[in-house]
């Protein structure tokens, strides 16, 4: 057996270089990979773990897997009100950790079908950039060179912790550890309220466990528009979720086989000392650009995060990088754009640029959470003539009669010439409701448009039009 297994193998030695050389297989790498094949340049991927990423194999993937266990559940302990008599319903904890990650071991089987499907090449191995498009890549104690005419960083990004915490993987976990523990906990601190901690908060009180989330912003998801943190803050207290917001943890000791977590508002007061079995650090993440050997060939790096231009050049000549590595937007969907961008640029193609303005944001916690465009306080700070409008999923039919949180839908839009600014969600199906409005804003679906279209009775996007149509004083049914 070779030293470093391939698929679809073909010389690959210095003297015959790929057209292109990938590094990293999530949804940034394996998306460039297959569109440049499809546009017929010669690729190859190195991958170092399993094909997908973080993304596929510890991120997006498997955490949707566990919360769609989770609403399960959920469902099955409501199941008499809705006229469904069921025995006595219980969580199997191991079973829902295996099922996520045989999903992942799923979709990871499917990218590498898609390799073989468009004659990529895939190499494991842990990439290390020599210059001069020159590649080493190291597996089970051997070397070997590859050569490559343009190169994709696309090697994402891990969980990053704060000072004087350090995650052990045992007591102080990070998102990795959260998903495969072998034991559900009894209790669980969570530091931040973004999308990782809210979805670890949803799944685990779905189970039962005690969760505390502290949160150093004032309002919890702190990204989304202040009436969407409002009312996940509600639900969370309803469902028994502690949100500690404009609080800091100072110190966390390990103690009879849990943790002690220091806690303390910012501005000063009555310090907290919270146990619990676990602590959860979701405070954001750190892009893997370590030991790779960007720095030593001239590549800018800042904070981690690889620098790079309008065309996502590094500045290196044939040196390109995209996704997390490069910072800003932290979302599979973007790195999949920017993926297909430079591959396209590398063909020879004029590739559509990358809309950072209508990037669609999900938060899959219960309720859901969506948003794109600016939230109505940035809409106002940057002076806009906007009107608003809001509309609960409450009367809608479709809620009721499913039987779901309610939530609600707003729109901003442009006073001057009705372009849609922004759509924040939160409630039934919005992570999937959300396409329309993304939609509107990069068309040229305006107001009235939107408005003026017969959305399908009942549904949930009923909500949409009539939050449209609020902005104008027109809503129907409020």
């Not at 990871?108 to 290390?128: C, D, M, P, Q, W």
């Not at 000392?273 to 800018?300: C, H, Q």
């Amino acid at each position: 057996m070779p030293d470093h297994r391939e698929t679809n193998t073909s010389p690959d030695t210095p003297d015959t270089p790929y057209d292109l050389v990938v590094i990293g297989s999530g949804p940034g790498g394996y998306v460039a990979a297959i569109r440049a094949a499809q546009l017929g340049l010669r690729t190859a991927c190195i991958e170092r773990a399993n094909l997908g990423g973080i993304c596929l194999n510890w991120g997006c993937i498997p955490t949707k897997a566990l919360l769609r266990s989770a609403e399960v559940l959920e469902l099955c302990e409501r199941a008499a009100e809705f006229g469904v008599n069921t025995s006595e319903v219980s969580a199997n904890f191991t079973a829902m950790i295996k099922r996520s990650r045989g999903v992942t071991t799923q979709i990871s089987k499917g990218v590498g079908y898609l390799f073989r499907k468009n004659k990529i090449t895939h190499i494991e191995g842990n990439a290390r950039l020599l210059g001069a498009g020159k590649i080493a890549v190291t597996h089970d104690r051997s070397e070997k060179t590859v050569a490559a005419k343009n190169i994709i960083v696309a090697t994402g990004a891990s969980a990053r912790s704060l000072p004087g915490i350090d995650i052990d993987g045992e007591h102080v976990i990070s998102y990795r550890e959260a998903m495969t523990l072998t034991e559900k906990p009894s209790s669980l601190v969570i530091i931040g309220a973004g999308a990782i901690g809210v979805e670890f908060a949803s799944f685990y009180r779905s189970l039962g466990t005690d969760v505390t989330i502290v949160e150093y912003a004032d309002r919890i998801v702190p990204n989304e528009d202040a009436d969407i943190s409002a009312e996940l803050a509600r639900a969370y207290k309803k469902r028994g979720i502690q949100c500690l917001i404009g609080h800091k943890v100072t110190a966390v000791a390990i103690k009879n086989n849990g943790v002690e977590v220091s806690i303390e508002p910012k501005d000063g007061g009555t310090p907290i000392v919270a146990g619990a079995d676990k602590l959860l650090v979701a405070v954001g993440i750190t892009a893997n650009t370590a030991n790779i050997g960007l720095e030593e060939i001239g590549v800018t790096i800042e904070r981690s995060f690889i620098q790079v231009d309008k065309h996502f050049s590094t500045g290196v000549r044939g040196v390109y990088a995209i996704g997390d590595v490069i910072g800003g937007y932290a979302l599979a969907h973007v790195a999949s754009s920017e993926a297909v961008y430079v591959a396209e640029m590398i063909a020879g193609k004029t590739p559509h640029p990358v809309d950072y303005q209508s990037v669609p944001a999900c938060t899959y916690c219960h309720p859901e959470i969506a948003s794109v465009g600016l939230s109505e306080e940035k809409a106002r700070a940057k002076g806009l003539d906007i009107n608003v409008g809001k509309f609960p999923f409450g009367p809608l039919g479709k809620t009721v009669a499913a039987g779901e949180y309610p939530g609600l839908a707003k729109f901003i839009w442009s006073a001057d010439n009705g372009e849609l600014i922004g759509a924040h969600l939160i409630g039934p199906a919005v992570t999937d409701l959300i396409a329309t409005p993304t939609l509107a804003k990069t068309t040229e679906v305006n107001a009235e448009s939107f408005i003026h279209t017969i959305f399908a009775h009942p549904t949930f996007a009923e909500a949409l039009k009539e939050a449209a149509e609020d902005a104008f004083d027109m809503a129907i049914h409020i």
